[in-house]
C-alpha cells in the first residue's frame, strides 16, 4: 500500500472515534490490514450485550432557520439541484450511531446494528442523524427555511456501527472497533450501496501502526479494498484532534488515522471554516485528500422525536451545548457529491469519481498543490461535475466547441494594440510615398538641368 503522497507505509491500530460533538467511541486494538489482502468477512455485524450508560439524546425542540446555511451557498448546492441533480436512484450507506426518524429525512432504510437491538435506525447518540442530514434532508415543504441536503432524494441505508452511550461494565469499552467498521463496510456493498459516508475514525501511534498483531485493521483494509472495487466509494472523516488523535506535524505524521490511512482506497476529508480556512481541530496527514464545510453548520435536529433544525447540540458526557462542527461534518458534504456525480456520470469508476473530486477542488498554494491539511482544497461540486475535467481530457475527447475561422482569432476588443498597430502601418505607408515623392523630384530636377545644359 502506498500514500499518493508520501512513500509507503504499514497498518495501524488503535482507537475509534466519532469525528464530531460526542463522545469518542474507543474500539479494540486489533492489527494490521496487509497480511493477507485476499481474505474477505461476512456482512453480518458483531453484535454487543453493552448497557446504555446515558438516556438518548432528546430533541433540542428548534424550528425553522430562515437564514441559507454558508456551507450551501459556497458548494453552490442550489444550482446543482436546479440542474436535475438531486441523487435520485443513490444510495448513501452512513456507518455510524444509527438514524432517527425525522420528516426530513423519508427515505431512510433501516439496516443492521452492532448494539443487539437490531435497530439501525435509532440514534441515541444523535451523531448519525446529523451526517444523514447533510447528505439527504429533503427541503422544508413550508418553505420556512432554505436547509436541504447535498442529495435529498437518495436514499439513505442506516447501518449502526457505533455508540458513546452503550459500555461494557468491565473493561468501558463502548460498542464499535475495526472489526464491526469492516462488516458494516461489507454490508454495505453487499446492500448496493452508491456510497459509504464513515465519520469516525481509528487513530494510532506509527509505531502500532507498524506492528502486526490481530486481524481487525486488516479487516478493514479488505473491507475498504472490496468497496473500492466494486466501484462504491468510501468518504472518510480526517478525524479531530483529542484523546488518542493527535495534530500531525506536516509532512512527518507521528499519528496514524483509519480508515482515512488506506488512502488508495478511500477519500478522506478534512473541515475548513466559513472563511475557509483549516479548522483547527484537524487531524493532518498524507492521506488528506479534500476539505469541505465543517464548522458552524446548521444541521436537522439530531435529538430522539426531532422535527426542525438545529445550530448546537449536546456533546460528551456532560450534555453541555455545544457548536455543530468538525470533520464528521465536513465528510457527508463531499459523499454527497459523489451521489451527484454518480447520478450524472453512471459509468465512472471509483477511481474516477475520487480522481474528479481532487483534480477539481480549489487547489491550496505550493509547488505540488496540495499538504497534508487540506489536501487538494476545498471541493468545487460544479467543476466536478463538470462533462470532462481536466484528468480525463487523454480518457475521452473533449467536448466540440464551435469552430472559428482564422479570422475570428482578434475575439477581444485591446483597442491601445490595435491603435498602435494602424499607427504603425500608417507611418510605412507614409514612409513609401514620401520616398516615391522624392525620387520623383529628383528626376525632375535632373531632367530641366539637362534641357538647360543643352540650350
Given at each position: ?38 481474505v474477505t468477512t461476512g456482512s453480518a455485524l458483531d453484535t454487543f450485550d453493552y448497557p446504555q450508560k446515558q438516556a438518548c439524546m432528546g430533541s433540542s425542540g428548534g424550528g425553522a432557520i430562515e437564514e441559507k446555511p454558508w456551507s450551501q451557498q459556497v458548494l453552490g448546492i442550489d444550482r446543482l439541484h436546479a440542474q436535475g441533480l438531486t441523487g435520485a436512484g443513490m444510495t448513501a450507506a452512513v456507518i455510524d450511531t444509527g438514524v432517527n426518524h425525522h420528516p426530513r429525512l423519508a427515505n431512510v432504510q433501516d439496516g443492521q446494528s452492532s448494539i443487539n437491538d437490531g435497530r439501525g435506525a435509532q440514534d441515541c447518540d444523535g451523531h448519525g442523524t446529523i451526517v444523514a442530514g447533510i447528505i439527504a434532508a429533503q427541503p422544508d415543504p413550508t418553505g420556512q427555511d432554505a436547509y436541504v441536503g447535498m442529495a435529498p432524494d437518495a436514499r439513505v441505508l442506516s447501518i ?296
Open positions: 500500500m502506498s500514500f499518493k503522497r508520501v512513500g509507503a507505509m504499514g497498518a495501524a491500530v488503535g482507537v475509534l472515534a466519532l469525528g464530531g460533538p460526542t463522545a469518542p467511541a474507543f474500539a479494540q486494538t486489533v492489527g494490521p490490514p496487509e497480511l493477507n489482502p485476499a449502526r456501527q457505533s455508540s458513546s452511550l452503550f459500555q461494557d461494565q468491565q473493561t468501558n469499552k463502548t460498542i464499535g472497533n475495526t472489526e464491526t467498521m469492516a462488516q458494516a463496510i461489507n454490508s454495505a456493498v453487499d446492500e448496493g450501496a452508491s456510497v459509504i459516508n464513515i465519520s469516525q475514525s481509528s487513530c494510532q501511534s506509527i509505531a502500532e501502526a507498524s506492528s502486526y498483531g490481530n486481524s481487525g485493521n486488516q479487516m478493514l483494509h479488505n473491507a475498504v479494498r472490496r468497496a473500492y472495487d466494486a466501484d462504491v466509494v468510501v468518504v472518510a472523516a480526517a478525524g479531530n484532534v483529542g484523546g488518542q488523535c493527535q495534530k500531525n506535524p506536516t509532512g512527518n505524521p507521528t499519528t496514524a488515522v483509519l480508515p482515512a490511512w488506506f488512502d488508495d482506497y478511500v477519500l478522506t476529508v478534512s473541515s475548513t471554516n466559513r472563511q475557509g480556512a483549516p479548522s483547527e481541530f484537524d487531524v493532518p496527514g498524507p492521506w488528506v485528500d479534500v476539505a469541505a464545510p465543517g464548522e458552524g453548520l446548521i444541521a436537522l435536529d439530531p435529538g430522539v422525536g426531532g422535527s426542525g433544525l438545529a445550530t448546537q447540540v449536546a456533546e460528551g458526557q456532560n450534555g453541555q451545548m455545544g457548536p455543530i462542527q468538525g470533520t464528521s461534518f465536513a465528510a457527508p458534504y463531499v459523499s454527497g457529491l459523489v451521489l451527484l456525480i454518480k447520478q450524472k456520470h453512471p459509468t465512472l469508476s471509483a477511481e474516477e469519481i475520487m480522481e474528479r473530486i481532487k483534480t477539481t477542488a480549489l487547489h491550496p498554494g505550493g509547488r505540488d498543490g496540495n499538504n497534508d491539511i487540506v489536501g487538494y482544497g476545498m471541493i468545487d461540486p460544479e467543476a466536478a461535475l463538470a462533462d470532462v475535467v481536466p484528468a480525463e481530457h487523454g480518457k475521452q475527447p473533449p467536448p466540440k466547441g464551435e469552430t472559428h475561422l482564422a479570422a475570428d482569432a482578434l475575439q477581444r476588443k485591446d483597442l491601445p494594440a490595435i491603435v498602435v498597430a494602424i499607427g504603425g502601418a500608417g507611418a510605412g505607408i507614409a514612409a513609401i510615398v514620401f520616398t516615391a515623392f522624392l525620387i520623383n523630384a529628383v528626376r525632375n530636377v535632373r531632367a530641366r538641368t539637362h534641357t538647360n545644359s543643352e540650350e
